[in-house]
Nanobody, 118 residues
């Protein structure tokens, strides 16, 4: 089965930290660019961070310096370490997998809710 499964979401206080995990099928992990997107109610789904097969990373300006994306190629997993969380980070976070040189993700996870609130 080809799939992406996120975990680690939850409720966290402003200024707190949270780490999201995504387990991927090997067939859509090796050579693929992995990414994290998020979508808040009434807003479009936007890229948060991505990491390619060469460990090159891209971050949205809004999370740069606060979030870190990483991948464990042996385990076919991608992570998003989030710190200094703000209420505006509240959203459903989605793991994605994109084949090399494609523009948009080819696969999506089911999403995990992150709520930043006191």
């Amino acid at each position: 089965q080809v799939q992406l499964v996120e975990s680690g979401g939850g409720l966290v206080q402003p200024g707190g930290s949270l780490t999201l995990s995504c387990a991927a099928s090997r067939s859509i992990f090796s050579d693929y660019t992995m990414g994290w997107y998020r979508q808040a109610p009434g807003k479009q789904r936007d890229l948060v961070a991505s990491i390619n097969r060469y460990d090159t990373t891209i971050y949205a300006q809004s999370v740069k310096g606060r979030f870190t994306i990483s991948r464990d190629n042996a385990k076919n997993m991608v992570f998003l370490q989030m710190s200094s969380l703000k209420p505006e980070d509240t959203a459903v976070y989605y793991c994605s997998s994109r084949a090399p040189y494609n523009i948009e993700p080819d696969y999506w996870g089911q999403g995990t809710q992150v709520t930043v609130s006191a």
